[in-house]
């Protein structure tokens, strides 16, 4: 317990990297973490993009919202991994939404995104979530079809530099006895 715990505590999410590659070894371990994650019914939503090509990043860095801090980290990584899911699968009983939230994806794609940068941080690889860019953009230049939606984007390498820990909020700041605000 207290190794994955350190492994919580000690991933950071990583802007700057080696020019160093990530083997193909490498690269199928992480995404073997993905094809693992658990998921609603195990509809397993998750696509995963894999993106070496320079000029795809650099079409991909294009798609940032203004003053992104991730802007250098997605063309410097060696490996960018686009994680998109099927709309619809996940959180469906016979074609019709299950839950108050409606599509369970995002959910999904969260616990794979977890695995996948974990299990990178395990192997001494940096990887940062990227959230705020063009979606719509990114799937027309990666021909993504529309019954799947591009979700983040994760530049992945060896770390260069490896920010220290944010403050993190105590334990009694969000967690609740019985009721919330017990």
Not at 14 to 27: F, W
Not at 83 to 96: E, I, P, Q, T, V
Not at 131 to 149: E, N, R, T, Y
Request: contains cysteine; glycine residues 8%.
């Amino acid at each position: 317990m207290a190794e994955f715990l350190d492994l919580l505590k000690n991933r950071r999410s990583v802007r700057k990297y080696q020019d160093r590659m990530v083997s193909d070894a490498e690269l199928e371990k992480i995404l073997e973490s993905v094809q693992w994650s658990q998921s609603w019914a195990n509809t397993q939503c998750w696509e995963v993009i894999v993106v070496k090509d320079a000029d795809t990043k650099l079409r991909l860095q294009e798609t940032l919202a203004p003053k992104n801090p991730a802007t250098k980290a997605l063309v410097a990584a060696p490996v960018l991994l686009v994680l998109c899911g099927k709309k619809a699968a996940s959180g469906y009983y016979d074609g019709r939404a299950s839950t108050v939230f409606g599509d369970w994806m995002l959910y999904d794609l969260g616990i794979a995104t977890q695995s996948l940068c974990l299990t990178a941080h395990d192997m001494g690889l940096g990887t940062v979530v990227v959230g705020l860019f063009d979606h719509g953009k990114a799937a027309d230049i990666l021909g993504v079809p529309d019954s799947v939606q591009v979700v983040s984007m994760i530049p992945l390498g060896y770390p260069d530099k490896t920010p220290k820990a944010p403050e993190r909020k105590a334990l009694s700041d969000f967690s609740h006895n019985e009721r919330y605000g017990g």
